[in-house]
């Protein structure tokens, strides 16, 4: 059995870990230290089962505490190339014992995990499909402005999906970022909306996945509600049905039910 458990979604930090067996592996650290850890031991989770670190790009909301939290328990990190030479420019890897994911996948204890491209504005963003030791699939991605082929070739043959729906296009044109800023959420290289999430996920349901994550939402211009109701109205038009066909869920800025999904 896998446990998948939200610890923080969002603009202002994101971290997931998974399970599998005996392994537990992060997902990003995008809070402090003792952030993370609060929240870990908040949802009856042991640092210490946690084998490594794996970092989609180094933007600081999914790396805020890597530093720290690696040296601390002495966990290794991955990365792709252009991002770990990213974080070594800015220090975040001082101490930390670190090495490039390859593109052909690694075993880290109970999990393979395969690293695919994604379109984001840094130096080499990445998104992960993970293969469990009961054989499921897991696949991450979020930070992405548009759902690329690789990306999608990795979603598909997914049973659990954590994919991204940052924005309603609506309240982003119309807030108060500066027009700069909404320029960049809405490029290719920014972050995927509702719209664009919502429109994606029957092809998920049809091709096997019953499980989907919204996540990264942003605090400013989305709302859980609307991001949930986005997404469920795209598959009940094409005949999809929840808790038959699939489940979704919403990933809290902070988790502080302790919830975790297990399948």
Same mark, same amino acid.
């Given at each position: 059995?896998?446990?998948?458990?939200?610890?923080?979604?969002?603009?202002?930090?994101?971290?997931?870990?998974?399970?599998?067996?005996?392994?537990?592996?992060?997902?990003?650290?995008?809070?402090?230290?003792?952030?993370?850890?609060?929240?870990?031991?908040?949802?009856?989770?042991?640092?210490?089962?946690?084998?490594?670190?794996?970092?989609?790009?180094?933007?600081?909301?999914?790396?805020?505490?890597?530093?720290?939290?690696?040296?601390?328990?002495?966990?290794?990190?991955?990365?792709?190339?252009?991002?770990?030479?990213?974080?070594?420019?800015?220090? &975040?890897?001082?101490?930390?014992?670190?090495?490039?994911?390859?593109?052909?996948?690694?075993?880290?204890?109970?999990?393979?995990?395969?690293?695919?491209?994604?379109?984001?504005?840094?130096?080499?963003?990445?998104?992960?499909?993970?293969?469990?030791?009961?054989?499921?699939?897991?696949?991450?991605?979020? &930070?992405?402005?548009?759902?690329?082929?690789?990306?999608?070739?990795?979603?598909?043959?997914?049973?659990?999906?954590?994919?991204?729906?940052?924005?309603?296009?609506?309240?982003?044109?119309?807030?108060?970022?500066? *027009?700069?800023?909404?320029?960049?959420?809405?490029?290719?290289?920014?972050?995927?909306?509702?719209?664009?999430?919502? &429109? *994606?996920?029957?092809?998920?349901?049809?091709?096997?996945?019953?499980?989907?994550?919204?996540?990264?939402?942003?605090?400013?211009?989305?709302?859980?509600?609307?991001?949930?109701?986005?997404?469920?109205?795209?598959?009940?038009?094409?005949?999809?049905?929840?808790?038959?066909?699939?489940?979704? *869920?919403?990933?809290?800025?902070?988790?502080?039910?302790?919830?975790?999904?297990?399948?």
């Amino acid at each position: 059995m896998a446990k998948v458990c939200p610890l923080f979604s969002g603009s202002s930090g994101n971290s997931y870990y998974i399970e599998s067996g005996d392994t537990g592996i992060l997902l990003d650290v995008g809070r402090s230290a003792k952030q993370i850890r609060e929240r870990l031991e908040a949802c009856n989770l042991s640092p210490e089962k946690i084998q490594g670190i794996f970092i989609t790009h180094e933007h600081v909301d999914h790396v805020k505490g890597l530093r720290v939290f690696a040296c601390k328990y002495h966990i290794p990190v991955y990365a792709s190339a252009g991002t770990l030479q990213a974080l070594e420019d800015s220090g &975040d890897l001082a101490k930390v014992t670190y090495d490039r994911i390859p593109w052909e996948g690694m075993c880290c204890g109970d999990f393979f995990i395969r690293p695919f491209p994604t379109s984001h504005d840094c130096a080499e963003s990445i998104g992960f499909q993970l293969q469990t030791s009961d054989e499921h699939t897991i696949s991450l991605a979020t &930070d992405l402005g548009i759902l690329t082929d690789p990306v999608k070739d990795a979603l598909r043959q997914s049973d659990f999906v954590i994919l991204e729906s940052n924005h309603d296009i609506g309240m982003l044109q119309n807030g108060a970022y500066p *027009y700069s800023l909404k320029r960049r959420i809405l490029s290719p290289k920014g972050h995927l909306s509702n719209v664009d999430c919502a &429109d *994606y996920l029957p092809e998920l349901v049809r091709s096997g996945t019953t499980r989907m994550i919204l996540s990264h939402l942003s605090h400013e211009n989305n709302t859980p509600e609307l991001a949930l109701q986005t997404a469920l109205c795209s598959l009940k038009v094409n005949g999809m049905r929840e808790n038959v066909d699939y489940q979704l *869920y919403v990933a809290p800025r902070e988790n502080q039910t302790g919830r975790s999904i297990l399948f």
